[in-house]
C-alpha cells in the first residue's frame, strides 16, 4: 500500500511537469537543459557534482519565486514545486550520481557482507534492546520500509523510505511508553532498534544511498526530524562497519567465534551442500560449530541432584542439539566418503 507522503511527492513532479509544457515556462526549461548539458560535459564527481546542483537549486529557488507562473502561489505551492524540480533534475543525473564510482560499489559490498554475517548471529539482546521493546510485528514493517529505498531515483522519496522506517520505531517507543507507564529514553533506544532493523534488513547498497541524499537532497530540507533520522541511520552504519565485541556486550574471542561461524556458513551457502567442497565445508563448520558448543556447556561439572527443574529444562535443550548437529556431521561425513570413493574409482577406471 502506497503512503501519503510518496502520493503526494508523485502529485508534487506531474505537477511540476504540467507547469514546464506551458509556454510561459520555456525560460526555465531552458535553463535546466543547459544545466544538465554543461554539467554532461564535466567528468563525474560526487562532492563537484553535488555542489553544482545544490547551487543550482537555490538558483531555480529564486527563478520561481519570482516567475509569472508562481506569482501568486503560496509557500506550499513553490515547495511542490520545487520537489518536482529536484525529482526531475536528480532522476536524469540519477546513473552519473549514484554508485557510479568502483569506490561506491566496494563501500556497498563492505557493508551488505558485514551485515549478512552479523544476521546470523545478532540478537535484540546483544545491543540491550530491553524485552518490552521486541516487537517483530513492528520491526517487520520497519525492515519493509528500508528495503524499499532502491525503488526510487529521487533523493527525497529515498529519504521517505528512511524516515518511514524510523518513524515506526518512534511510534513503537512512543506506544510502549504509554502502555507501560516508561519514560521515553529517545536516542538510547532509537538508535539501538535502528541498529537492529537495519541488519536485519540489509538495505540495497546502504552506503550508495546515504551518500546520495546527503548530497543530493536540497540542503534546506535536510533539518529538524528528517536531519534527526539520517544522522541516526548515518551512525547505525558506522556501528555496523566497526561493530565489535564490545558492541555487542560479548568478549571479543566470542565475537570472532562467531564472525567465523557466519563466514563459514556463508561460504556453505555459496559452494553448495550438493558439491565435495560444499560437504567438505560443512563438515568442517558442523565441527566447529559443535567444538565451540562443546566449550561452552554449562552442566559438564554440575551434580544432577543440584540442578533445577529449568536447568534440567535447558541441558535437555543442549542435548538435543547435540544429537541433532552430530547426526548432520555423520551423514555429510558418509555422504563425502562415498563421493570420494567414487571419484577415486572412476580415476583407476580412466
Not at 89 to 112: G, H, N, Q
Not at 173 to 187: I, K
Not at 264 to 282: I, R
Not at 324 to 329: D, Q, V
Request: net charge negative.
Amino acid at each position: 500500500m502506497e503512503s501519503p507522503t510518496s502520493a503526494a511527492s508523485r502529485v508534487d513532479f506531474y505537477g511540476f511537469l504540467d507547469r514546464m509544457r506551458r509556454p510561459e515556462a520555456a525560460d526555465l526549461f531552458r535553463s535546466i537543459k543547459s544545466f544538465l548539458t554543461s554539467l554532461s560535459l564535466d567528468e563525474p564527481s560526487a562532492e563537484a557534482d553535488g555542489a553544482r546542483v545544490q547551487a543550482f537549486f537555490a538558483e531555480m529557488e529564486a527563478a520561481i519565486r519570482g516567475h509569472p507562473l508562481w506569482a501568486d502561489a503560496t509557500h506550499q505551492e513553490i515547495d511542490h514545486a520545487l520537489e518536482g524540480l529536484e525529482k526531475y533534475i536528480m532522476t536524469k543525473l540519477f546513473d552519473r550520481t549514484f554508485a557510479a564510482s568502483p569506490e561506491d560499489a566496494a563501500a556497498d559490498a563492505e557493508v551488505s557482507d558485514k551485515i549478512g554475517l552479523l544476521q546470523r548471529f545478532v540478537r535484540p539482546h546483544h545491543l540491550d534492546i530491553p524485552k518490552v521493546l521486541n516487537n517483530e510485528a513492528s520491526w517487520l514493517i520497519a525492515v519493509k520500509e528500508l528495503q524499499k529505498i532502491n525503488s526510487f531515483k529521487s533523493p527525497w522519496e529515498k529519504l521517505l523510505c528512511m524516515m518511514s522506517c524510523c518513524q515506526v520505531i518512534n511510534n513503537l517507543l512512543l506506544n510502549v511508553s504509554m502502555t507501560n507507564d516508561r519514560t521515553p529514553s529517545g536516542a538510547d533506544e532509537f538508535l539501538p532498534i535502528l541498529i537492529y532493523i537495519t541488519i536485519k534488513a540489509n538495505p540495497p547498497q546502504l552506503q550508495s544511498n546515504l551518500k546520495f541524499v546527503q548530497l543530493f537532497r536540497r540542503e534546506t530540507k535536510l533539518v529538524s526530524e528528517v536531519e534527526y533520522y539520517l544522522t541516526n541511520l548515518i551512525s547505525a552504519k558506522m556501528f555496523i562497519i566497526n561493530v565489535n565485541g564490545q558492541s555487542l556486550s560479548m568478549e571479543e574471542s566470542e565475537f570472532q567465534k562467531h564472525m567465523e561461524s557466519a563466514k563459514l556458513g556463508t561460504q556453505m551457502s555459496v559452494a553448495g551442500p550438493s558439491s565435495p567442497q560444499g560437504l567438505a565445508t560443512s563438515t568442517r563448520g558442523l565441527q566447529k560449530q559443535i567444538d565451540a558448543e562443546g566449550s561452552r556447556f554449562p552442566f559438564m561439572d554440575s551434580e544432577t541432584e543440584n540442578l533445577t527443574p529449568a536447568e534440567l529444562k535447558q541441558l535437555h535443550g543442549l542435548y538435543r542439539k547435540t544429537v541433532t548437529r552430530y547426526t548432520l556431521l555423520s551423514k555429510a561425513l558418509r555422504k563425502l566418503s562415498i563421493d570420494e570413493d567414487q571419484l577415486l574409482a572412476s580415476v583407476d577406471d580412466s
